[in-house]
């Protein structure tokens, strides 16, 4: 069973930053892609960035349009980590943030979750 903790959430002014971690129990390289999602209060999941194997020594990241050019997600494979850094952050960048990991075999996806971290922007 592979997990995934995040952590680096907290409370920050408009216009401040953070840096959040995810750690995977098993080596970042076996997963085909891995992101962060965000979900406000009343609102669904959306993924707001992901790195993707190329499937040869490549990845790819991706941004949601609302965070392109304020985050930038990472990862570091000697810590089995992935980092999602929020720069420039605004009220509406508000929820819980939460890691993913997606593993395809067979013709199957297997998605893996953190159990999440809050990122509070004050105004």
């Known amino acids: 069973q592979v997990q995934l903790v995040e952590s680096g959430g907290g409370l920050v002014q408009a216009g401040g930053s953070l840096r959040l971690s995810c750690v995977a129990s098993?080596?970042?390289?076996?997963?085909?892609?891995m992101g962060w999602y965000r979900q406000a209060p009343g609102k669904q999941r959306d993924l707001v960035a992901a790195i993707t194997s190329d499937g040869i020594t490549n990845y790819v990241e991706s941004y949601a349009d609302s965070v392109k050019g304020r985050f930038t997600i990472s990862r570091d494979s000697s810590k089995n980590t992935v980092y999602l850094y929020l720069n420039s952050l605004k009220p509406e960048d508000t929820a819980v943030y939460y890691c993913?990991?997606?593993?395809?075999?067979?013709?199957?996806?297997?998605?893996?979750w953190g159990q999440g971290t809050q990122v509070t922007v004050s105004s």
């Open positions: 993913n990991a997606v593993v395809r075999f067979s013709g199957q996806k297997l998605d893996y």
């Open positions: 098993r080596r970042i390289f076996t997963f085909n892609a």
